[in-house]
Each structure stands twice: as structure tokens, then as C-alpha cells.
């Protein structure tokens, strides 16, 4: 249920209706809107409430939100989200692009994969420190050792980084690094995670679950919007399907779905949604022109030598030839390609194995 505020409520009217939705035990999250402040009301309300909430002075109107998610809901937030990650803009119309190594590795590795894709035009450094694995005798990734080298990058190359967080015991630790956390597809009904990356103020990119229709996925940003945080940007990444020709079944149709539905920027990734790095560019360039407000790339100076995911990491020279053709495509779309972000100098672009 939401309560939409007249334009000209005053702070006090807006503060009552907050009050009185708590005295009857619920919790309320106000949403300031340009014009008026809408107050969403959480929990299983009941129908007499609307008529409760109706009278009160300042109040225009008293809606029943008809999806299971509200605070994701387009319903309750019309306007498009914007998430802020220092002067970088996701969801405000220009496209930004997140690339990297899938995990990170060695520091000659990770800093000429960061300086490569600096180079080529991303705007985030993507690399996992903590790495969800099927197997547990894959490599799990290197821990803090990792953030450690993902900071070092950051300082070299001035991207932000965007890193996975897999347990709620270390949001902490992985937010003083991360500019946004990552909730990776395995961990999309992680409910205690999702929770404790709402109690932070940090952007969370919240993947798909492999496993999860749409109303599942928004049902876990929810998770984390019920907690405080606004900051949620989807990421659709592939599902299972019967499908075994590519890793995962790319949904290209839940993007401008998604977009309809909800007020959360979107950002594809073709990378695990194909597994295969001759898919990537195409799978790129189809999620941008269905809607997407960005992408994840996995990118490494040697993929052959990747730790995990080589197979559908791109070279720099393949992220390259992607970032010029997506160039082209978003100023068809009349979405162009965010501008540069980063001051630091870099070095010479690192070399791939692939043409
Ligand atoms: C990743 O981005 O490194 C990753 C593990 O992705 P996903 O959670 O989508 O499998
Ligand atoms: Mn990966």
C-alpha cells in the first residue's frame, strides 16, 4: 500500500502519516519524489486501512500496490533510478560499461587487465576476490589478498571497483574496498545477505539467480530495499534452461520487461549468459539495443591463463572492438556511451592471445 502525499503536505503532515502507519505496526518508507513524497506502507496491510490512512490532513490518495515487490515496483516509482557511484551515473540514459577479470589473480594480471580496459573506455573495474565456485576444488579466489590487489588498481586507473561479497560476515570487509557489491547469481535468495548489503549504503548489482523468474528477482531486490538501501542495480545474466549449447539461455526479453516493471537500472552480462567470448560482443550489443543501461564484461590480458571463466573472457583487443561498436550503436540509440571517468594516468595496454 502507498500513501501519496499532496504537493503541498508539509514535513509535519508527511511525519504524522509516518508515525501513525508505525503505531499500527507496520513499517513505513517515504520516497521523495520531485513533486510529493510518496510513504510506502510494509507488510501484510489490511483493506479497512485504506479508509485509516485516507483521512489524514496532507494525504491525497491511499493505493493498494497490486506486485509483491513494492519498493522495486514501478507502481511506487515511477521515475527512473539513478545510482550515483562518485561521478559515474547508471540508469540516467548513458550507457557504462564494468569490465574485467572474472577472479582476480596475479598482480602483473590484474593490473594490465585494469589498465586494458581503462584504456578501451570502461568505467568500472570488475574482479572477484571472493569467488562463488561449484566445485570446491576450484580456485576460490585470493580473499582480502585480492581486494587488496583491486585497490591497487583502483589507485593506478581511478576505476571503481565493483567486487562479490558471498558472506554476510564479509560486507565489511569487501565494502571498504567496493564501490558496489556484487550479489552473484548463486546467492539471489541469500536472504541474510541481501539484508545485510541493505544495512550498507553502498550500490549493490544484484545478479539474476540462474534459477529465478523475474518476480523472484525483484522479490530479492526488495530484500535489500526493505533494509534502507535504494541503491539496487539488476543485472541479468542467463538462466538454465535445456539449453546446453551455451553455458546459460541469455534472457534479452527480461531486460525491457524489467525495465517496465521496475524503476532499477538494468546491466546485462553476456559473459556468463553465453560462456563462450565469440558470443559476448553480439549478446552485448542485442541486451544495449533492448534496454539495458549497461554491461559486465569479463576481459583478461590472458585468458588462457585465467584462473576461471578464460573461456569467455575477451582480450583487450576484443573489449576494444566491442567498446567502438557499442560506440556506434549507442549513439544510433540515442543513448550514448557514459563519459570517461577516472583521472589517474595509465600504462600501455596489456596484450591477449586472441586477435
Ligand atoms: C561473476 O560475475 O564472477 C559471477 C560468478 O557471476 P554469476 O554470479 O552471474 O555466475
Ligand atoms: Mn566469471
Known amino acids: ?22 503505531e499500527l505496526g ?17 507488510g501484510q496491510v489490511y483493506p479497512e486501512m485504506l479508509d485509516e490512512l485516507s483521512v489524514l490532513d496532507g494525504v491525497e490518495t491511499v493505493l493498494r500496490v497490486s506486485k509483491p515487490y513494492k519498493l522495486a515496483s514501478r507502481e511506487v516509482h515511477p521515475m527512473d533510478t539513478v545510482v550515483r ?10 550507457v557504462v560499461v564494468m569490465a574485467g577479470q572474472c577472479s582476480v589473480d596475479t598482480e602483473e594480471y590484474t593490473l594490465a587487465t585494469a ?49 562479490e561479497v558471498m558472506d554476510p560476515r564479509d560486507v565489511e570487509l569487501v565494502a571498504e574496498t567496493a564501490d558496489i557489491l556484487q550479489i552473484g547469481s548463486r546467492n539471489g535468495q541469500n536472504f541474510a545477505l541481501l539484508k545485510e548489503v541493505g544495512r550498507t549504503d553502498k550500490p549493490v548489482l544484484l545478479k539474476r539467480g540462474m534459477w529465478a523468474t523475474v518476480e523472484e528477482w525483484l522479490l530479492a531486490a526488495e530484500h ?60 552485448a550489443l542485442a541486451a544495449i539495443a533492448a534496454g539495458a543501461d549497461g554491461l559486465i564484461i569479463e576481459v583478461h590480458v590472458s585468458p588462457d591463463h585465467a584462473l576461471s571463466d578464460g573461456a569467455q573472457s575477451l582480450t583487450p583487443q576484443n573489449f576494444a572492438r566491442l567498446m567502438e561498436r557499442l560506440d556506434v550503436l549507442c549513439q544510433a540509440l540515442g543513448r550514448p556511451l557514459h563519459p570517461a571517468v577516472g583521472q589517474a594516468p595509465s600504462a600501455a595496454r596489456g596484450d591477449g592471445q586472441r586477435p
Open 26 to 42: 507496520y513499517q513505513d518508507r517515504p520516497i521523495q519524489g520531485v513533486e510529493r513524497t510518496v510513504v510506502c506502507v510494509l
Open 224 to 283: 535489500i530495499m526493505t533494509q534502507g538501501n535504494h541503491n539496487v542495480i539488476l543485472c541479468e545474466r542467463g538462466i538454465r534452461t535445456f539449453e546446453t549449447a551455451t553455458r546459460f539461455t541469455f534472457d534479452v526479453n527480461a531486460i525491457p520487461f524489467v525495465k517496465r516493471e521496475s524503476h532499477l537500472p538494468v546491466v546485462a552480462d553476456p559473459s556468463h549468459g553465453t560462456g563462450r567470448w565469440y558470443l559476448v560482443e553480439p549478446v
Open 85 to 94: 557511484v562518485g561521478d559515474l551515473e547508471i540508469g540516467s540514459g548513458r
Open 1 to 22: 500500500m502507498i500513501v501519496v502525499m499532496r504537493t503541498d503536505a508539509s514535513p509535519e503532515q508527511i511525519e504524522a502519516v509516518r508515525a501513525k502507519i508505525r
Open 115 to 163: 589498465q586494458a580496459v581503462r584504456d578501451a573506455g570502461a568505467h568500472v573495474l570488475r574482479g572477484g576476490a571472493f569467488k562463488p565456485r561449484t566445485s570446491p576444488h576450484s580456485f576460490e579466489g585470493h580473499g582480502a589478498k585480492g581486494l587488496e590487489l583491486l585497490a591497487r588498481a583502483k589507485a593506478i586507473t581511478g576505476l571503481p571497483i565493483i567486487t
